[in-house]
């Protein structure tokens, strides 16, 4: 009858022009209530982004959220509301609140911790010869251990940013799989790559509006990939079947440690299925970010000759032969090489971005602010390292910025500096969620480094030298969470 009634006075027409009046009204209530009203609404930011999480999944679609986030930093200040429930924040202080063990925070990713890191080294080893000798366009027995032959000329070149993942890779098979993956002396399991990497933009993508996941906007994103993606579990199957069904308390890598791991409530262990999730879920983790390490301190000394040339020399006069760069007192001694790693992590994070944390009931107070439950927070990897209140000319590579003058025979900052420094760095974030293989991380990229250091000389390859360059000089990145980049392309020549 109502229904007859408003037909007869509006017409079908008018009904329509109805319902947009309320939709439209609604929206601008919507609006008033995010701008004016919302807990968050006194904190500035964009005024897209105040409304409506699709701004950053746009900025993740792009991949520049390090850069957009450096930008809105530094014209909004310290705090910008990144979201409608969402505050970026850049200040050193906020970490431990934030990250801490303390944190009244909650961690949004879904990954798991994993076992302690120990006896790994000789497996670490093992892949980075190879891939060492592959730099050179060498095979693994070829390599002279002790005086290097002169090589013809220049080795074919290699856009690091494939090489420095074969190599991780490769480890990362022995480390996790019990086998290298053999991706520097053949090309056989290449297409992994690619399809590790679109999965982590997708994951980070749906991760900025978890809406999207929930509407199969990630199953439309990986569209085309099945079968490479069953291809790759098999894979993980074949290789993880292979190491278990050979002697399984030989070798001391991570399935030998988690296959010792029990639960301390019901004392079982990980089943064949947790196994092999446990260890691809560390391969993922792994890849891309010792890769980025790594390729970005080629990078860095690549565009750096004077550094290039003084760590070289450092790392042959501290090791007279290549199986003595292994880790102890004088790979630790070798605090330039330390120094460089560092500086490259500091101007190209391998996380550049603002993990997430979700503030839990009673909310968190940092400093003066009070942020309520339900914000999620974090601080911006990426603008953090640049921001000048925590790093003098922070856009330049100085390694020496890490060196204790006191310690390094005049050169470097002194310990208030180092101390300003080291609160604002945090590569590997903090707390309980860091990352704990931190020590293992390192070595791999320190030793992958010193190794190929020991043996080549490096060079930029003629008509490459742009690739790969960014703002300032700096090495050219993209944000999926963890970095995508392209170069630099080097050649490799026997010393
Ligand atoms: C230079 C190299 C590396 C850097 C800078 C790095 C950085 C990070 C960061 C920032 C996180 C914290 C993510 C979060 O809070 O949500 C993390 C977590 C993690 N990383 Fe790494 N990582 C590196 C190498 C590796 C390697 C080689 C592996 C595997 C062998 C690995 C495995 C993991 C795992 C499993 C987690 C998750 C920890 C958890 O959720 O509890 N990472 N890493």
């Known amino acids: 009858m109502l229904k007859e009634l408003i037909i007869a006075l509006l017409g079908i027409a008018p009904l329509g022009s109805l319902l947009i009046f309320l939709l439209f009204a609604a929206f601008a209530i919507y609006i008033v209530y995010q701008t004016q009203f919302h807990p968050l609404a006194a904190y500035p930011g964009p ?14 679609f792009r991949a520049d959220r390090h850069e957009d986030l450096y930008q809105l930093h530094q014209y909004y200040r310290r705090i910008v509301r990144i979201g409608p429930q969402r505050l970026s924040i850049l200040d050193a202080q906020a970490l431990a609140p934030i990250y801490g063990f303390q944190a009244m925070c909650k961690s949004l990713s879904g990954t798991t911790g994993s076992t302690a890191l120990r006896g790994i080294e000789p497996h670490i080893l093992s892949a980075i010869r190879d891939w060492c000798a592959a730099l050179g366009d060498q095979h693994p027995d070829q390599l002279s251990p002790v005086a290097p032959s002169k090589s013809v000329g220049w080795s074919r070149p290699k856009n690091m940013a494939h090489w420095c993942a074969y190599g991780i ?25 690619p399809l590790m990497a679109l ?5 980070n993508i749906c991760g900025q509006m978890p809406i999207l996941r929930r509407l199969g906007f990630d199953d439309y994103l990986r569209m085309g990939t099945a079968a490479d993606r ?9 290789q993880l079947g292979a190491r278990l069904t050979g002697n399984p308390t030989q070798r001391r890598d991570i399935i030998y440690y988690l296959e010792q791991a029990r639960d301390p409530q019901t004392g079982e262990g990980y089943n064949r299925g947790e196994l092999i999730s446990e260890a691809t879920m560390l391969l993922g983790a792994g890849i891309d970010t010792a890769n980025t390490a790594l390729t970005a ?4 000394l690549a565009h750096h000759p004077a550094i290039l040339h003084r760590l070289t020399s450092a ?7 290549l199986e003595d760069i292994v880790s102890g007192p004088r790979l630790t001694q070798l605090t330039y090489l330390y120094a460089c790693v560092e500086e490259s992590m500091r101007l190209c994070p391998p996380v550049p971005m603002d993990l997430p944390r979700e503030v839990l009931p009673g ?4 400093g003066s602010w009070h942020f309520p439950a339900g914000t999620i927070v974090g601080v911006p990897t990426y603008s953090l390292h640049h921001s000048e209140e925590y790093f003098d000319r922070p856009f330049v590579y100085d390694p020496s910025r890490w060196l204790l003058r006191a310690s390094e025979g005049g050169e470097g900052v002194d ?8 609160k604002a760095f945090i590569p590997f974030s903090l707390g309980p969620r860091a990352f704990i293989g931190r020590d293992m991380a390192m070595l791999e990229v320190e030793v992958s480094l010193a190794r190929a250091l020991w043996l080549y000389d490096m060079r930029l390859a003629p008509g490459t030298e742009m690739l790969g360059v960014g703002k300032e000089g700096e090495y050219k990145i993209k944000d999926h969470f963890v970095v995508g980049k392209e170069g630099p392309v080097l050649q490799f020549r026997a010393r």
Do not use: M, W
């Not at 999965?199 to 994951?203: F, H």
């Not at 301190?297 to 860095?300: A, V």
């Not at 909310?363 to 940092?366: A, E």
């Open 47 to 60: 005024f897209l982004a105040k409304l409506t999480n699709l701004y950053s999944v746009v900025h993740a």
């Open 169 to 193: 890779f490769d480890i990362l098979g022995e480390v996790c799989f019990g086998k290298t993956f053999n991706t520097s002396l053949r090309d056989a399991n290449h297409l992994f790559f």
């Open 199 to 203: 999965n982590v933009q997708i994951i």
């Open 230 to 238: 069953e291809q790759q579990i098999a894979f993980s199957r074949k």
């Open 297 to 300: 301190t080629f990078y860095f």
């Open 315 to 321: 790392i042959r006069t501290a090791f007279p032969t």
């Open 363 to 366: 909310g968190l107070q940092v």
């Open 415 to 422: 310990t208030a500096v180092l101390r300003r420094q080291r």
